[in-house]
């Protein structure tokens, strides 16, 4: 059976055809109403954007109303590589979908995740064959660090925000997501919010804002 997101949509403030497409992935245990609150933020310099964000594609046992992208058992480095393969596809298909929907091209198109969601935003964006214009990351790591280099075809611009107080994803993971992404020539800008735990504060949110407007100026 071929999995299909669903998730709340938010058009553009203009009230004119959009002409960009943020696509919001949440993290493990949320869902799509979470991140969608954040199109609100955006919307003032970004008035011509749809904001997408789709549900993830299992729901999130012991959590009502909460999905994952994948399950999240044994933490281990082996677990998040396997996890984020195995739900590319389905993430891919999504991002297809909204593409042609809207009948726009990757230059059109950013992703924006937290946590688990950041982790499929790095996994997916990269090993897409035509560079999308950006990818904001909070609170995440890379998934499958070790595989990113064979498996990479593009390389978008790349915001990493992390909060130094961070006790669910510490603040190692966004220093090793970073040198990997440095490494293999990634236009990478990062924040660390001084005090911040498991979330994204004002700051982060004034900061994604700023990278998605240039990301997409630059990206025409």
Same mark, same amino acid.
């Given at each position: 059976?071929?999995?299909?997101?669903? !998730?709340?949509?938010?058009? @553009?403030?203009?009230?004119?055809?959009?002409?960009?497409?943020?696509?919001?992935?949440? $993290?493990?245990?949320?869902? !799509?109403?979470?991140?969608?609150?954040?199109? @609100?933020?955006?919307?003032?310099?970004?008035?011509?954007?749809?904001?997408?964000?789709?549900?993830? @594609?299992?729901?999130?046992?012991?959590?009502?109303?909460?999905?994952?992208?994948?399950?999240?058992?044994?933490?281990?480095?082996?677990?998040?590589?396997?996890?984020?393969?195995?739900?590319? =596809?389905?993430?891919?298909?999504?991002?297809?979908?909204?593409?042609?929907?809207?009948?726009?091209?990757?230059?059109?198109?950013?992703?924006?995740?937290?946590?688990? $969601?950041?982790?499929?935003?790095?996994?997916? !964006? @990269?090993?897409?064959?035509?560079?999308?214009?950006?990818?904001?990351?909070?609170?995440?790591?890379?998934?499958?660090?070790?595989?990113?280099?064979?498996?990479?075809?593009?390389?978008?611009?790349?915001?990493?925000?992390? !909060?130094?107080?961070?006790?669910?994803? =510490?603040?190692?993971?966004?220093?090793?997501?970073?040198?990997?992404?440095?490494?293999? $020539?990634?236009?990478?800008?990062?924040?660390?919010?001084?005090?911040?735990?498991?979330?994204?504060?004002?700051?982060?949110?004034?900061?994604?804002?700023?990278?998605?407007?240039?990301?997409?100026?630059?990206?025409?």
């Amino acid at each position: 059976m071929t999995l299909t997101l669903s !998730g709340p949509i938010v058009m @553009p403030a203009s009230g004119q055809n959009p002409k960009h497409i943020v696509i919001f992935i949440h $993290g493990y245990g949320s869902n !799509g109403n979470d991140l969608i609150g954040l199109a @609100p933020c955006w919307q003032s310099e970004l008035p011509d954007t749809v904001f997408v964000a789709p549900n993830g @594609p299992a729901p999130c046992p012991g959590v009502p109303g909460g999905y994952q992208w994948w399950p999240l058992a044994t933490l281990s480095i082996e677990e998040r590589a396997a996890g984020a393969r195995q739900a590319a =596809p389905v993430l891919d298909r999504f991002i297809d979908e909204q593409l042609a929907r809207f009948d726009f091209t990757e230059k059109q198109l950013a992703l924006v995740g937290f946590s688990q $969601g950041t982790m499929m935003a790095l996994h997916v !964006g @990269p090993r897409r064959e035509r560079e999308i214009a950006g990818i904001v990351g909070y609170s995440g790591m890379l998934a499958d660090a070790a595989g990113l280099a064979a498996g990479l075809r593009s390389k978008p611009p790349v915001m990493l925000v992390h !909060g130094d107080a961070d006790d669910v994803l =510490p603040l190692a993971a966004f220093h090793q997501a970073s040198t990997a992404l440095n490494g293999l $020539g990634f236009d990478l800008t990062t924040h660390v919010s001084r005090g911040l735990g498991h979330s994204i504060d004002e700051a982060g949110l004034t900061l994604g804002k700023h990278f998605l407007c240039k990301a997409f100026a630059n990206s025409k």
